[in-house]
């Protein structure tokens, strides 16, 4: 039946269709709306394909691949040339050749040019042909002594690797003018780090070739301490007090800088800066001192001197250290041999101090590793050292160059430059120790033999605040700002209790443990006040802090070594049984106090003078700490070397070798506290030695962090404002004058 009945059907059914009608008309609209989607999506099929245009493609090679240019000496100035080849089909529009700096960003020293060859900065190459640019330093007026950089081509072509026509190549470039010393000049940086490494392949080859006389490696790391010490004297003298950001190479000099591991961006990138140069002089310094201190070890020399060389090599790397991986690295290279040689080597308890130090330690690692890999990974378009462009790097001056703030980023709902800014802190803070992550420090100190307490107190502290200045205050100054306050206060808070705990203290090196954890608080208030003379008087504070703790730890040692006691209310009328021990006792007293004359007078003033005008009630809590450690440096050398001396000591079995007498400070005592007592007094009546190192670098970091204000007092005139490319996003400080109220 071909038709349906309408007989007996619904009202609502007359007009009923042929069955399958209504879903063949829904799947005839699905296909005519799927050719329409095919058809815009699809090329026209009668269309005949479009011939690919024939294209340039450029590339840069170099002499050395995978190195930078090396300009070479002519005359007075240097050149150095590379070549553009065009590996493609088509012709190659050169559009730009370019030195990549400029008066804002001064990424190179000035006088460097680039050049085409037949002149000008733009050509056009044919397929298969090559032009050659010419880069040329003019050093006449120059102030850097070496040069790092990258030349710029923009073209019109496609590069190998590159996402789209049109993106830029670059290509580095590297002479050095040379500063005397030859290859020792020019690597000094480095051989201040590796050579104590010849005194870990010494032991290890005397272990292998069961060599017995222990004692000569005691010589060997003093002799190795001894050549850094004159190395580092020679660094002294030629680092240029009056180099800025404005003379290129970012402010630093010395530098040293290649592809370490290409794989994950990371640079062997080392150099010095008004910020660093006083804390590897002091890394020098100390590390000499404690070799000299390390004769009072008897046991296991081997691994002791293993341990303390590879510890003076991670030391020195983190001041150097211009590369965020290359930091950490030399930050655990650290970890591994203090552990030991406060776990093998310390007193009664120093399996537990070892451990508590590791654990803290290497959580504040962790966090600071968080922040690392954030920056990595959102570090923007740059090259390495060799031109090479890459969208991630660890370098710290291409990664302070990035607006982070601007950026917007949030972790967990929060702005990244704070969160990261406080993982940053809290590394550095549990070094300085700041108050509460400070409970390591003093069960180390009293475990650590003389010498490993010498170093912790005298450098491995400072680079808390020196992380917190290269690190924090660099790469995130807007975050810096947003914290100031809160970093002040916590340094009075160390100032205050570390005072007050070491006033309660019997044993004398706990005593002196918890005045560092009281000074070290100054150097925080110095930092949250972010005024020239408070990012001076940190760099002043680590200085001289490093050299008076390091004496008062070698006098405890002194005491110890005698009669195996640190408790205070044991002794009493030492003066007339040391009486030159007793001088150089009271003297590092008066140093540590801040009396004037002595060095540690000047860190402190200057954080008074720094930080009055922002945090007044701050700075009048702080000055109380003063009053309090002159009451436990007193009362401590009142219980110890005035009154009636105990006529127990007589029968003590310590002193039976010596007729029942204290022995008076040996010549090898008196040779490792002499310089560091000569240097405290030097620097008391004439920081200028100090101030002159550090001028530059404390107003090169003020121009990052802080505001032009009332708060930014007694500049001088006439210093060069050396402005950077961050300077106009942070609003930062130009033309402020070096610390003149502090000399």
Not at 604 to 611: L, Q, R, V, Y
Request: charged residues 15%; hydrophobic residues 50%; glycine residues 10%.
């Amino acid at each position: 039946m071909s038709n349906l009945s309408f007989v007996n059907m619904p009202r609502g059914f007359a007009l009923a269709r042929p069955a399958g009608a209504t879903s063949m008309k829904l799947l005839f609209s699905l296909l005519a709306a799927l050719f329409v989607v095919l058809g815009a999506a699809l090329p026209a099929r009668a269309q005949a394909p479009r011939a690919a245009e024939p294209r340039g493609q450029i590339a840069l090679r170099a002499e050395a691949p995978g190195a930078p240019v090396e300009l070479a000496a002519s005359g007075p100035d240097y050149a150095g040339s590379f070549t553009i080849e065009n590996r493609g089909d088509g012709p190659l529009k050169v559009t730009r050749v370019i030195v990549r700096s400029s008066p804002e960003d001064p990424r190179v020293p000035p006088g460097v040019s680039a050049e085409l060859e037949g002149g000008g900065i733009a050509a056009t190459i044919a397929p298969g042909a090559s032009r050659k640019v010419t880069v040329r330093w003019k050093t006449a007026g120059a102030r850097a002594r070496e040069l790092y950089g990258h030349v710029v081509v923009e073209s019109d072509a496609v590069a190998d690797g590159a996402a789209a026509p049109g993106q830029a190549l670059a290509m580095g470039i590297h002479a050095e003018r040379g500063r005397g010393l030859g290859f020792v000049g020019d690597h000094i940086l480095s051989i201040l780090t590796f050579l104590p490494l010849l005194g870990v392949v010494a032991v290890f080859l005397a272990h292998v070739l069961r060599y017995r006389d222990d004692r000569k490696l005691r010589l060997l790391t003093v002799v190795l301490m001894g050549v850094n010490l004159v190395l580092a004297g020679w660094l002294y003298a030629q680092f240029d007090r009056g180099f800025s950001r404005a003379d290129g190479n970012d402010g630093y000099q010395f530098i040293e800088h290649g592809v370490w591991i290409r794989s994950l961006n990371v640079e062997y990138f080392v150099g010095v800066d008004g910020v660093s140069i006083s804390m590897v002089l002091l890394t020098a310094l100390i590390s000499f001192v404690g070799a000299l201190a390390s004769y009072s070890i008897q046991e296991q020399l081997k691994g002791y001197f293993a341990m303390y060389n590879l510890l003076v090599t991670g030391m020195y790397g983190v001041f150097i250290a211009l590369d965020l991986f290359l930091f950490f690295v030399f930050w655990e290279v650290m970890l591994l041999p203090m552990y030991f040689l406060i776990g093998i080597w310390g007193g009664p308890r120093r399996e537990y101090a070892a451990i508590k130090f590791f654990l803290y330690t290497l959580a504040g690692s962790v966090f600071m590793l968080l922040a690392f890999i954030w920056f990595y990974l959102n570090a923007g378009h740059t090259y390495l050292v060799d031109g090479q462009a890459t969208e991630r790097i660890f370098s710290i001056p291409e990664l302070s160059r990035v607006a982070w703030t601007a950026q917007g980023l949030e972790i967990l709902g929060i702005a990244a430059v704070k969160v990261v800014w406080i993982w940053l802190f809290l590394g550095f803070a549990i070094k300085i120790p700041m108050f509460p992550f400070h409970t390591w420090l003093p069960d180390a100190h009293v475990e650590a033999p003389t010498a490993i307490s010498v170093i912790l107190a005298g450098v491995l502290l400072k680079m808390g605040t020196y992380g917190i200045l290269r690190i924090n205050f660099s790469l995130l100054p807007e975050a810096t700002q947003w914290a100031a306050p809160a970093m002040a206060a916590f340094g009075v808070v160390n100032i205050l209790y570390g005072a007050f705990c070491a006033m309660a203290q019997s044993d004398l090196k706990k005593l002196v443990a918890y005045s560092s954890v009281s000074h070290m608080g100054f150097t925080l208030l110095a930092l949250g006040a972010m005024t020239p003379q408070g990012i001076q008087a940190c760099l002043v504070q680590m200085f001289n802090h490093g050299l008076i703790t390091a004496m008062l730890f070698t006098l405890v040692g002194v005491i110890y070594d005698r009669v195996h006691t640190r408790d205070i209310d044991r002794f009493g009328g030492l003066a007339s049984e040391m009486p030159l021990y007793t001088a150089l006792v009271g003297f590092a007293f008066m140093a540590s106090l801040g009396l004037p004359g002595l060095s540690g007078f000047w860190g402190e003033a200057m954080t008074f003078i720094g930080a009055f005008p922002r945090y007044r009630a701050l700075t009048i809590l702080a000055a109380i700490g003063v009053i309090l450690t002159a009451a436990y440096h007193l009362w401590a050398l009142q219980r110890m070397f005035l009154g009636t001396f105990r006529a127990s000591w007589r029968q003590s079995k310590y002193l039976e070798p010596f007729g029942g007498k204290f022995p008076e400070i040996n010549r090898r005592e008196l040779a490792s506290i002499a310089p560091l007592a000569a240097l405290v007094l030097l620097l008391g009546f004439w920081p200028r030695p100090l101030l002159s190192l550090t001028d530059r670098g404390a107003l090169e970091v003020h121009r990052l962090v802080d505001r032009p204000g009332q708060f930014q007092i007694a500049g001088a005139p006439g210093v060069d404002s050396g402005t950077s490319a961050r300077a106009p996003e942070q609003g930062a400080a130009a033309g402020q004058g070096a610390l003149a109220s502090a000399r």
